[in-house]
C-alpha cells in the first residue's frame, strides 16, 4: 500500500489543506492500492504564490541556461535508473498492461533528450544583422521564460504527459505548478520525489493531484502566466475561454479520432500487424489511436478479416501478465463509456464483427470491455466521428485516393493518421494531403525532435524539441 499523506509544494512535502486521502483504486479488481491527499483551491494558491515568488525572485529564469540543463539532465539519468518502477506504478494506477509502460520508458529518454539538445542548440540570445548597413541602431533578440506555467495533465499517459511539459518549461526558466490527475496520485507522487532530488531552487515545482474543481481555480489564477493543458477538446475549450478573457498564454494537445489509410498496394497483413500498436496502444486510451481505418473497398473483406483475426488473438487481462496485451479501462465510468458505444454502434446499423458491449468472461470483477471491431461503417456515424478511447475500431471502404482523403479529413479532429502503402513516396504524397498535426508512413514511430500537435479541434500550440522549448519563451527585443 503506496500512501502520500503530504502535498509536493514549491520543492518541499507540506500538510495539505484537507488531509482526508483518496483511495486509489486497481482498473483490474477495484482493490484499493493506494491513498494519497488531493488539492484544494488554498493548495493552488500555496503553489502559485511559491512559484509567483520564485519566479520574480530570479532564483530559476536567470540561472544560466546551461545550469538548468544540467539539472534537467540529472533529472532524466534519475527517472531512467527508476524506469522498471514506472512502469510498474503506471500500470497497477492505470491498467496498462505493462508491456506498453515499459515500451515507454525509451520514449521518455528520447523525449527528454530531444529538448535537452535542442536547449543546448536554442537562440537564447541573438544579435540581428541590420536590413540597412547603415542604421546605427542594432537589435538584440532574447528568448526568456513566460513565468510562472500551469501544466495540467490527463490520466492516460502521466509520465509522458508531464515531462512533455514541466521539461522544457523548466528548461527555459519557468516556475510550474503540475496538476495531475487523482487518478495517478502515486505515480505522480514518485515523480515529485525524483524532482525533490535533482536540485532545483525553493518555489520552482509543485506537484498537485486534484479533481476539475481545483484545476479550473489553477488556470483561473490570476498570477498563472501560461497554461499548457492536455485532455478532452470539451476540457480545452473551457481552458481556452479562461485564456482568452484574462490574455494568458496557453498550449492545447486535445482529442483526436485518427484514421489510417490503407492504400490499395500495401501488404495487408503488415499494415494490420502495425496497426495492433497504432490503434490499441494503451487500452485504446490514447489521443493518437487511429481508430478508423479506412479500406479500398476491392480489398475491404480482406482488411477486415485480418483486423478480427488481430483483435481476437489479443489477450485481454491483468496488466501485470506480461502476456496481456489489453488491460481494463481506468475507471467504471470510462468501462461503461466504451461499452455504451459500442451498443450505440450496434443501433446505428455498423456490423459487428468481432467483440460486443459484454464484460470478457471471467473480469467482471475490473474495468474491461470487449476489444471490438465494427464494419460497414458511414464516416456520419457517431462512432466514426466521436473519440471513444478505447480498443473500438471502425472500418471505412472508400473508392479511390481522393474519397479517402476526403473520409480523413472529414473530422472535427486534426491529430494523428497513418498511410499504408508499398510506395513510400506515394504514401508520403498522400500523407501531405491529411489535415492533421502529425502522420505516420507504414507504421513510423514518434520522432521526438519534431513538433507534435493538432489542428482543428485538437488543439493549439506545438511540444517537442526546438518548438516545444519555444512555446515556453517570450520574445524580447533590445535594440542599442
Not at 187 to 203: C, I, K, T
Not at 291 to 309: C, G, I, M
Request: some cysteine.
Amino acid at each position: 500500500m503506496i500512501t502520500y499523506d503530504r502535498l509536493f509544494i514549491g520543492g518541499a512535502w507540506v500538510e495539505p489543506s484537507d488531509p482526508e486521502p483518496l483511495d486509489i483504486p486497481s482498473p483490474h479488481d477495484r482493490s484499493v492500492i493506494g491513498r494519497a491527499v488531493q488539492a484544494r483551491p488554498a493548495d493552488v494558491d500555496r503553489a502559485v504564490a511559491a512559484a509567483r515568488e520564485s519566479f520574480d525572485a530570479g532564483v530559476w529564469h536567470l540561472t544560466p541556461p546551461a545550469e538548468r540543463i544540467a539539472v534537467l539532465r540529472r533529472f532524466n539519468a534519475l527517472r531512467e535508473e527508476n524506469a522498471e518502477h514506472v512502469a510498474q506504478l503506471i500500470s497497477r494506477e492505470n491498467g496498462s498492461a505493462t508491456w506498453f509502460t515499459r515500451a515507454g520508458q525509451p520514449g521518455l529518454t528520447r523525449q527528454a533528450n530531444a529538448y535537452l539538445k535542442a536547449a543546448e542548440e536554442f537562440g537564447w540570445e541573438e544579435t540581428l544583422v541590420p536590413s540597412d548597413p547603415e542604421s546605427p541602431v542594432r537589435s538584440v533578440v532574447r528568448r526568456e521564460a513566460v513565468g510562472v506555467v500551469a501544466a495540467v495533465i490527463p490520466w492516460n499517459s502521466p509520465f509522458s504527459s508531464a515531462t512533455s511539459k514541466i521539461i522544457p518549461a523548466l528548461l527555459a526558466g519557468n516556475s510550474v505548478i503540475l496538476k495531475v490527475s487523482p487518478e495517478n496520485s502515486l505515480s505522480m507522487g514518485f515523480l515529485a520525489e525524483l524532482l525533490e532530488r535533482v536540485g532545483l531552487p525553493e518555489g520552482v515545482i509543485s506537484v498537485l493531484p486534484a479533481d476539475r474543481e481545483t484545476s479550473e481555480h489553477l488556470v483561473s489564477h490570476p498570477d498563472v502566466d501560461k497554461i499548457a493543458f492536455t485532455g478532452s477538446t470539451r476540457a480545452g475549450r473551457r481552458i481556452a475561454a479562461i485564456a482568452g478573457e484574462q490574455l494568458k498564454r496557453v498550449s492545447l494537445e486535445l482529442g483526436g479520432k485518427s484514421a489510417a489509410i490503407i492504400l490499395p498496394d500495401a501488404d495487408v497483413d503488415r499494415a494490420v500487424a502495425g496497426l495492433k500498436f497504432g490503434s490499441l496502444l494503451n487500452n485504446g486510451e490514447s489521443c493518437i489511436a487511429q481508430t478508423r481505418v479506412l479500406a479500398p473497398r476491392d480489398r475491404y473483406e480482406e482488411v477486415v478479416a485480418a483486423l478480427k483475426d488481430l483483435v481476437e488473438s489479443l489477450k485481454v487481462g491483468d496488466p501485470s501478465d506480461p502476456g496481456t496485451f489489453i488491460g481494463p479501462m481506468i475507471r467504471p465510468d470510462q468501462q461503461e463509456r466504451v461499452r455504451a458505444y459500442v451498443r450505440l454502434g450496434i443501433e446505428e446499423g455498423a456490423r459487428l464483427v468481432t467483440g460486443g458491449p459484454h464484460v470478457p468472461e471471467g473480469l467482471e470483477k475490473g474495468n474491461y470491455v470487449t476489444p471490438t471491431v465494427f464494419a460497414d461503417v458511414d464516416n456520419s456515424m457517431r462512432i466514426a466521428q466521436e473519440e471513444i478511447f478505447g480498443p473500438v475500431l471502425v472500418v471505412i471502404a472508400y473508392e479511390d485516393e481522393d474519397e479517402a482523403v476526403r473520409i480523413a479529413n472529414d473530422s472535427e479532429y486534426g491529430l494523428s493518421g497513418g498511410v499504408w502503402s508499398a510506395d513510400e513516396a506515394h504514401a508520403l504524397a498522400v500523407a501531405r494531403r491529411i489535415r492533421t498535426g502529425t502522420v505516420t508512413v507504414n507504421g513510423a514511430s514518434v520522432a521526438f525532435d519534431g513538433p507534435f500537435g493538432g489542428f482543428k479541434s485538437s488543439g493549439i500550440g506545438r511540444e517537442y524539441g526546438a518548438v516545444g522549448l519555444g512555446a515556453y519563451t517570450e520574445y524580447k527585443t533590445i535594440t542599442v
